[in-house]
């Protein structure tokens, strides 16, 4: 058999992306072998200029494994450059494969001067509690001779929608995204050359507040300024080679307004379909009663500066690669940046419909539909046969009360809700463009013309667009549920951020939910760009003395310092994204931020101890864990070591030699603190909860003989409380694998079966789909918990996830740190809590790799894929040893032994 071409091809991550502003990007690929023990021993990387065919960078034959994170070792790339690139490689017994397929990247504007766009704005404007009509921009432009290319440059202080010629630009959602928009501000760039016609043309956009000057949090609205901004630069290409020409935001353009009439992503969309202007973005339409926009609304020239511009203000005492995304400290007095986006676009990705006929009220005004499924987005309503003038309400709930009625109260300010008024007709439709909502249950009233049916009703689910890359199933449908419930909710609060809840007026990138995710959310999809992208907003939210905050991006009615187990999001987070993708860059990116944040513990600690009593504010502690409290200063000193450990990793994995012994020596300082204060000379621990045990050895903070003491009071713990856990968000991710870790697995099956309170599966027993904030949100007996914090759409307890895969499924990582990416795999189901299969997959980034597993007989089977350039290590149960394997499809089997 002949060996086949690279596929996959990827840049940045990204399939053929437009727009990147990587000085070096990186390029991956799978290797197409099928054959048992595929592996590459060499490759060739030809990179070419897509403009005129000449050769950018020819590697030459690389005699090497690589093929993820390949960095482009070429000259400098120019702004606007599109390249092509290809790969061939070479297997171990020196046969080469055919050239792949060529794929594209495309660079951004990377100098100011490659700018002329202007910020713009219309003249409308709200208050702190007044929401005004959504602006529509416009500029009529000729193109004079045949058109080779054209690309929009565009993003908005606040959300647009880009329309050219009657058609709209790209099908992202609530870009340009979540930013802290005193800092940065990202970019995107598309390819509108089939958008484009000979002669006249018309372009515009539809500006919403979005987290800009819309409500957030529970603030008034206008936290970063007053109304929505435009910049948006048209570069065109001709076909002949003469002089480019530019369309660009500036005073020329005029402002409008249309049937928006307010849009907030917390309260909903109010939309007036009388109020319609057809081919407002077409050459035709007639803008002569539209107002000048304001030019240059904000302070300074162009807020933004380029990835040239933003390396020559760097701090010179913070060297680092001309790659890292810039701190908003690195430059004093500058304006925030403006870079590509560099997170998956939020999109439309899914439709569901309700799967009963609606319920109706006495007085028939008011519907109740069910979609079946706890999702974020919005509905598309349509309306039939409904004279002019009639406004229909839809509001979104994740919950009915006893009464059947829509719980609005844990919503708290957040009205989520939408209003239509129709226009009139035989059919009409309506979708909101700017805010988004959480919610199974939409309750539609005052539906004109008799009752709304299923077909009526779609609900449009929104997400970033992660690819999925994970799949778990087994024999428990449960099981199967929960991890359905997991799925669904980091769908929901994956909205460009990873957020703790989609419904009430929070919303938020809380720091300590999404470390204690993470592992979880690198299974189920592709988060490397994502989390990436959030990492950099982390940079930027970063205090000058070096402390992390609650939230990312920043909101400054929050307690401006995360505290334990939070504020460590800023150095367990770009290890896991390492240890998960194999990117070290990550670590080079995030380097300065980690050791400030480690200074600043140094600099509050005393005596190594963190939030004891001489810290203001000492964290959030175990959140809600279940009548176990565990100190802060455990938590808090537990995690200091924890987190220089990481450090000395992070550091050799960068050849940071120096700063590896640095962080040992402060691992071991922390380490003897935590000793002295908190273990009792017979062994035992001075605070004894389920969260203290699983810290203290899941952080290996015991010497190796005491582990086991602490291990059976774990487990007399849980079998004191019927087999059920009391941890909350601090403590949970870590249970069930330390469990395991330390040879009681089947206490973490225990725990994973219970069905009664508190357990993962008493959620799904009342018919959860997604996961809850709470492990009794609601209970049969009491109704509803605190409606002041209630999310029944909330990721955290997900995290045991990471343990089904690696556990149950038995697809790991390499135990050994410095072997990221599943370059090496670690296959290990460990079958328990009677089950009698399993299945998993993950799309790895060397390729796919599978573990099934079932026991039939008498007989454990298992069969795996192991991708090619990859090996692992299988270990089965119920036997003793391992093997190594190489790539391909292997079984094996063994007898089950009690």
């Known amino acids: 058999m002949q060996l086949a071409a690279p596929f996959h091809l990827r840049c940045e991550g990204f399939e053929n992306p437009l727009g990147i502003d990587a000085a070096r990007p990186r390029l991956s690929w799978w290797m197409n072998d099928p054959r048992e ?378 009205r989520a809700t939408d209003h239509y008024t129709t226009r009139g007709g035989a059919e009409e439709f309506f979708e909101p463009r700017f805010t988004f909502h959480g919610f199974r249950y939409v309750e539609v009233r005052d539906y004109p013309g008799g009752d709304p049916t299923i077909d009526d009703v779609t609900g449009i689910v929104v997400h970033s667009d992660c690819e999925p890359t994970g799949t778990f199933e087994c024999s428990d449908p449960m099981i199967n549920q929960l991890q359905h419930n997991i799925v669904w909710s980091q769908k929901g609060n994956f909205l460009d951020i990873p957020t703790d809840c989609p419904q009430r007026d929070e919303r938020l990138g809380w720091t300590g939910d999404a470390q204690v995710f993470i592992r979880t959310a690198a299974f189920n999809m592709d988060v490397a760009n994502f989390f990436a992208k959030w990492l950099t907003d982390m940079a930027d939210a970063q205090g000058d003395d070096g402390r992390i905050p609650s939230v990312v991006p920043d909101v400054k009615t929050i307690y401006g310092e995360g505290g334990p187990a939070w504020a460590d999001a800023a150095v367990i987070c770009p290890w896991t994204v390492y240890r998960c993708y194999g990117d070290a860059r990550i670590l080079e990116q995030c380097w300065p931020m980690m050791t400030r944040f480690m200074d600043f513990l140094q600099a509050k600690c005393v005596n190594f101890i963190r939030a004891d009593e001489h810290w203001k504010w000492k964290g959030y502690g175990d959140w809600l864990s279940v009548n176990a409290s565990t100190p802060s200063d455990y938590i808090g000193t537990s995690f200091y070591a924890y987190c220089a450990n990481l450090m000395k990793e992070t550091a050799s994995a960068l050849g940071r030699h120096d700063a590896a012994v640095k962080y040992q020596s402060l691992f071991d300082n922390v380490r003897a603190a935590w000793t002295k204060r908190f273990v009792k000379p017979d062994g035992s621990l001075t605070i004894e909860t389920q969260t203290a045990f699983v810290l203290a050895l899941h952080f290996d903070l015991l010497p190796e003989l005491q582990r086991q003491q602490i291990v059976d009071a774990l487990v007399r713990d849980i079998e004191s409380r019927g087999m059920h856990l009391s941890t909350g968000f601090v403590g949970t991710p870590y249970l069930n694998p330390v469990l395991t870790r330390f040879g009681r697995t089947d206490i973490a099956y225990a725990l994973l079966m219970q069905k009664t309170f508190p357990s993962w599966l008493f959620p799904v027993t009342h018919g959860a789909t997604t996961m809850w904030e709470r492990w009794d949100g609601w209970t049969p007996d009491k109704g509803f918990n605190d409606a002041g914090m209630n999310s029944y759409n909330h990721y955290a307890y997900g995290a045991v996830g990471e343990w089904m895969y690696a556990t149950i499924a038995g697809i790991d990582l390499d135990p050994r740190p410095r072997v990221p990416g599943y370059k090496h795999i670690l296959i290990r189901p460990q079958p328990g809590g009677g089950l009698t299969r399993a299945r998993a997959t993950l799309q790895s980034p060397y390729g796919m790799i599978e573990s099934a597993w079932r026991i039939e007989a008498d007989r454990f089977h298992l069969d795996i894929v192991i991708p090619p350039n990859t090996t692992a290590t299988v270990r089965l149960p119920f036997s003793v040893g391992e093997q190594e394997v190489a790539a391909g499809r292997h079984s094996f089997q063994s007898a089950v032994r009690s």
């Open 37 to 414: 023990g595929a592996k590459q021993s060499a490759y060739q990387v030809v990179v070419t200029d897509a403009s005129n065919a000449a050769i950018v960078w020819d590697s030459q034959r690389v005699d090497s494994d690589q093929s993820i994170q390949l960095e482009f070792g070429g000259p400098p790339l120019r702004s606007r450059q599109r390249c092509r690139w290809k790969v061939r490689l070479w297997d171990a017994a020196g046969e080469s494969s055919p050239w792949s397929e060529a794929a594209t990247f495309e660079m951004g504007l990377l100098d100011r001067a490659d700018w002329t766009a202007k910020w713009i704005a219309s003249p409308i404007v709200g208050g702190p509690y007044s929401i005004p009509p959504a602006p529509y921009l416009r500029k009529t432009f000729d193109v004079a001779r045949p058109v080779a290319r054209a690309r929009l440059y565009v993003t908005a202080l606040g959300l647009y929608e880009f329309e050219i010629n009657g058609k709209r630009v790209g099908d992202a959602v609530f870009v340009p995204g979540r930013t802290d928009y005193h800092k940065r501000v990202p970019c995107h760039v598309y390819d509108v050359t089939p958008l484009l016609q000979s002669g006249a043309n018309a372009c515009g956009a539809i500006l919403g507040d979005g987290w800009y000057c819309g409500h957030l949090h529970s603030d008034p609205r206008m936290t970063y300024g007053d109304r929505p901004r435009l910049l948006a630069q048209l570069m065109i290409d001709f076909a002949d080679g003469s002089s480019a020409q530019t369309i660009a935001s500036d005073a020329s353009w005029t402002a409008g307004e249309g049937p928006i009439r307010s849009s907030d992503m917390l309260m909903g969309e109010d939309y007036d379909a009388r109020m319609e202007i057809p081919g407002w973005s077409t050459i035709t339409f007639d803008d002569s009663n539209w107002r000048p926009v304001l030019e240059a609304v904000k302070k300074g020239s162009l807020p933004f500066l380029t990835a040239d511009a933003q390396e020559r203000h760097f701090s010179a005492k913070t060297p680092i690669s001309s790659d890292r995304p810039p701190r908003a400290a690195d430059i004093k007095g500058s304006d925030p940046f403006l870079t590509a986006h560099r997170a998956p676009p939020v999109r439309k990705i899914q439709e569901i419909k309700p799967i009963t006929p609606p319920t109706r009220s006495a007085n028939k005004r008011r519907h109740i539909f069910d979609l079946g499924q706890n999702m974020v987005g919005h509905v598309r309503l349509r309306i039939r046969n409904a004279p002019p003038g009639k406004t229909i309400d839809l509001r979104f709930v994740e919950m009915l009360d006893k009464d059947g009625k829509p719980y609005t109260t844990a919503l708290r300010t957040a």
